[in-house]
C-alpha cells in the first residue's frame, strides 16, 4: 500500500483532479473536509498497487498540517493551477516550506492543475490575449527543480489528459526511490525558449 497526500491552495483543481482517478468524472463544484481518503487499486507495469489518496482542503491553516506528521507519507502532491501565479507562488513559498517541516523525508512531487485553461497557444488566442497564463511547462518545470521535488507533471481533470500518468509516475518513482536509485529521477529543468523569456522578462 502506497499512502499519498495532495497539498495546495483552495480552487487548484486538486479534487476534481482525485475525483477525475478515482470515479473518471468532472466534477467543478466539489467541497472536501478536512481531510478526504479515497482508496484505489492501480496496475502499473503490471503489478497492482493499493492507493491511499488524501485530499486535503487548501483552506486548512498551516499549523494544521502538523496532523501530517502522524502519517508516514510514500508522496506528497504539492499542487497549483497553471492559470494563477499566487497559486504558483504560494506552492514554491509557504506550501513548500510546511511539507518539509511536517514531512521530513517524503518525496515531493510538483503538480501543474488545469491544463485546459492554457488558452494562449490556441487558435482563440489573438482574441483573447490577456487569458494567456503565465506559467508555462518550462516555468514549473525550473520551480520544481529550484525546490528538490522529484518530479513536474501536469494534467488537466477537465478533459482527463495527463491524470492516470501522474499516479502511474508516482508509484514508479517511490519504487524507484525505495529500491535506493534516486540519482536518475531528480527534475531536471525544462530549457526555456527565448521568445517565451524575452516575453516573461518584458511583463516583469
Not at 506552492?91 to 517524503?106: D, E, F, L, V, Y
Not at 497564463?133 to 528538490?148: D, L, W
Not at 513536474?152 to 518513482?173: H, L, N, P, Q
Amino acid at each position: 500500500r502506497l499512502r499519498f497526500v495532495f497539498v495546495g491552495d483552495s480552487a487548484c483543481g486538486k479534487s476534481s483532479m482525485l475525483l477525475r482517478f478515482y470515479r473518471d468524472t468532472f466534477t467543478q463544484a466539489w467541497l472536501p473536509t478536512q481531510y478526504e481518503l479515497f482508496n484505489k487499486t492501480v496496475d502499473v507495469d503490471g503489478q497492482d498497487f493499493d492507493l491511499e489518496l488524501w485530499d486535503t482542503s487548501g483552506n486548512i491553516e498551516l499549523n494544521q498540517l502538523s496532523l501530517l506528521s502522524y502519517l508516514a507519507w510514500d508522496g506528497v502532491f504539492l499542487c497549483f493551477s497553471v492559470n494563477s501565479d499566487k497559486k504558483f507562488t504560494n506552492a514554491q513559498t509557504k506550501w513548500i516550506n510546511s511539507i518539509r517541516m511536517h514531512c521530513p523525508g517524503a518525496p515531493v512531487f510538483l503538480l501543474g492543475l488545469k491544463k485546459d485553461t492554457r488558452v494562449g497557444s490556441g487558435m482563440w488566442a489573438p482574441l483573447f490575449p490577456t487569458w494567456e497564463t503565465r506559467i508555462g511547462a518550462s516555468e514549473g518545470s525550473m520551480a520544481a527543480h529550484a525546490m528538490g521535488t522529484v518530479k513536474y507533471m501536469e494534467c488537466s481533470a477537465k478533459t482527463g489528459e495527463g491524470v492516470d500518468r501522474i499516479f502511474e509516475e508516482g508509484v514508479r518513482i517511490v519504487q524507484t526511490l525505495r529500491a535506493g536509485d534516486d540519482a536518475t529521477i531528480r527534475e531536471k529543468p525544462q530549457k526555456m525558449s527565448l521568445g517565451k523569456l524575452f516575453c516573461f522578462q518584458a511583463e516583469q
